[in-house]
């Protein structure tokens, strides 16, 4: 079944999720805070652009958002010409957008009270994961919004799965940062130490790469990191914002996480390098810096 739909974002992971809906068939609107980019997809993809969340959201089924922050999102939903204003009775909001569990729980009731539904699903996979359509969606919030936007979701997701009630998708995929934050440092160690050692960093991944140590990280970004390119999407500025969620929903639920809060001060130590548009493999970048002296 098609469907009016809107889609409030187009940064690198909204622009090819947007896409993938307008390839599928829906009739989509697009809203970015930047005109140029939506014309830009407009004219790749057709559908057409709303010159407000508001004016977007406006008649549809459903409306997709993705955008930067906590305060992002709240000003495209509940800012004077946010999307809030628009939603009709029945209609669903679908949030991929990295927030806080506050803001979605938040959402949720305010969307409850205005008679649509709202669901928090950010996802993993970055930018290729967006342009591939192979996307993982953690959702939460109520079971029947979710599974009426799940066709829809599919058109960009290899898997998604509904967690729990309101900010299950966001503490979900505050549990997701925190193994990448943990696994990236990992292999920044294991790099730097086997380039100390003497030995060939790409010829020992070659070999670990097939054993207990093998990770997605290890597969897809190992080699570059020994290179020296940082170029490959989810930058450390964005990392730095997830972390500091997860942070803060540890200090409220009593979580003790040392690890996550060290490997965020790296990351720190990465922005202060100007490295904060790097991808997070940059990790290995103040070990390299440190150990040389």
């Not at 929903?249 to 490295?275: I, K």
């Not at 548009?277 to 040389?292: A, H, M, N, Q």
Request: proline share 3%; hydrophobic share 40%; glycine share 12%.
């Amino acid at each position: 079944m098609k469907h009016k739909v809107s889609f409030l974002g187009l940064g690198v992971m909204g622009y090819p999720m947007a896409g993938y809906l307008a390839r599928a068939g829906h009739d989509v609107t697009v809203y970015n805070r930047t005109s140029a980019r939506a014309d830009q997809w407009v004219e790749e993809h057709g559908g057409r652009s709303a010159s407000s969340a508001q004016a977007a959201a406006g008649g549809s089924a459903f409306v997709f958002c993705c955008v930067g922050n906590d305060d992002d999102l709240r000003s495209v939903t509940l800012g004077e010409k946010g999307a809030f204003r628009a939603m009709q009775k029945g209609s669903v909001f679908v949030d991929h957008t990295t927030t806080s569990a506050k803001i979605a729980m938040e959402l949720h009731a305010e969307a409850e009270r205005r008679g649509f539904g709202f669901i928090d699903a950010p996802v993993s996979g970055g930018q290729a994961g967006a342009e591939n359509g192979q996307l993982t969606v953690m959702i939460g919030g109520d079971e029947a919004p979710a599974a009426r936007a799940a066709p829809l979701i599919d058109c960009f997701a290899k898997m998604q799965a509904r967690l729990g009630g309101p900010g299950s998708g966001q503490q979900t995929k505050m549990v997701n940062q925190i193994c990448i934050a943990g696994i990236v440092q990992g292999l920044s160690e294991a790099l730097h130490f086997a380039g100390k050692s003497g030995l060939d960093p790409k010829a020992v991944v070659e070999v670990i790469s097939k054993g207990a140590a093998q990770s997605w990280q290890m597969d897809n970004r190992a080699a570059t990191m020994v290179d020296g390119v940082f170029d490959y999407g989810f930058a450390v500025n964005w990392m730095r914002k997830d972390l500091g969620y997860v942070l803060s929903e540890a200090r409220e639920n009593g979580a003790h996480l040392p690890l996550t809060a060290l490997v965020d001060q790296f990351y720190s130590e990465v922005q202060a390098m100007g490295g904060g548009r790097w991808d997070t493999s940059s990790l290995i970048v103040p070990l390299e810096k440190y150990g040389s002296r």
